[in-house]
């Protein structure tokens, strides 16, 4: 289980363990696994197996994001870190994070200290993200089989995500799936049937959706959409698949790909700016025969970015448009040559 600061609290830890991930042994005994947590809003299995939370955009956290849980490790936020002397588990307090730097470049400091693995831009990729389950309904909820699906309060809206690790260090993107939910999403759930389950409140913190409470469910219409279906990185770009092939024309040209990044500073503020903004230069694309993916070599790679796609040009072999044309990539660590 993972413990939150406080209803009222981004700041400070008053009470033992708040801001801990904790687990409970078939004995009974209770053992602290993380620290450094601000407000945890979902814990779970990545679509890997690997124990991952959900964290909300406040100090020491410029938007919500996944973090990955391994024993031993600090996930940002110091405020925890008074409570050590109750969890020698936990090894020696780690190393204070200076505020203002980049989670890039602390990293080197602060041992423990545990990268975003997924970034979920604020605003443009929700605000209180929430709950969050795999796909393992075997196609019957449509061809992202294997993905995590997650919940926003505040926007009333269903996200995608896909992790993968690369040089032993998570990362990996976010996409957008539904809006128009009628309330404030908390927790998400697949039945036997395929369909997702979508419940929440709008008690307590203003959200989009206009209904007090809600249970909604979601159901595939077996049309395939077209689709990003990932984005996974490779040592001098990214492979981007997707749900129905591509046309040659759009696809093989490099001006169909459009891709920003940014970061965010990593400090004590509650939330932050995106700085740092650069344009890298698509240089060349490979289409593959099937039209079904797309190898992008960028100019360069910059670890601790956001890398933020705009495929709006792009159309399918049935000139389709793109439902959703933006995906993000959290761009931690660049994987060597083969």
Not at 222 to 238: A, N
Request: net charge positive; glycine share 12%; with cysteine.
């Amino acid at each position: 289980m993972a413990t939150a600061l406080g209803l009222s609290n981004s700041y400070d830890s008053y009470a033992l363990f708040r801001g801990f991930a904790l687990k409970v042994t078939p004995d009974g005994k209770t053992k602290a696994v993380a620290s450094g947590m601000r407000s945890p809003g979902g814990i779970g299995y990545n679509e890997h197996g690997a124990l991952f939370y959900i964290e909300s955009q406040g100090p020491w956290n410029c938007s919500c994001s996944l973090k990955a849980v391994t024993p031993g490790s600090f996930m940002g936020h110091p405020a925890s870190f008074n409570w050590y002397k109750y969890a020698p588990e936990m090894g020696p307090v780690p190393t204070a994070p200076k505020s203002g730097t980049r989670i890039v470049t602390e990293k080197e400091r602060v041992k423990q200290l545990t990268p975003y693995a997924v970034v979920f831009p604020y605003i443009r990729m929700g605000r209180s993200i929430t709950g969050f389950v795999v796909d393992g309904t075997k196609g019957k909820f449509g061809p992202f089989e294997g993905q995590m699906f997650l919940g926003d309060y505040t926007q009333s809206l269903i996200m995608r995500a896909t992790t993968e690790q690369v040089n032993g260090v998570w990362q990996g993107a976010c996409y957008p799936f539904r809006e128009g939910l009628s309330t404030g999403i908390l927790n998400v759930s697949f039945t036997k049937e395929g369909n997702l389950l979508c419940g929440g409140t709008n008690r307590g913190w203003p959200v989009r959706g206009i209904k007090p409470f809600a249970l909604e469910r979601i159901d595939w219409s077996g049309k395939m959409p077209f689709e990003i279906k990932t984005i996974s990185i490779e040592p001098t770009g990214f492979k981007v698949a997707f749900t129905k092939p591509v046309d040659a024309a759009t696809g093989s040209d490099p001006k169909s790909y459009r891709l920003g990044t940014f970061t965010h500073p990593y400090h004590g503020g509650y939330g932050g700016p995106e700085i740092e903004q650069t344009t890298p230069a698509v240089e060349s694309v490979k289409l593959a025969s099937d039209g079904l993916s797309a190898t992008l070599m960028l100019d360069k790679l910059i670890r601790g970015h956001v890398y933020e796609f705009d495929l709006r040009a792009l159309r399918s072999r049935d000139k389709d448009e793109l439902l959703h044309r933006n995906a993000y990539y959290t761009l931690n660590e660049i994987p060597k040559a083969k």
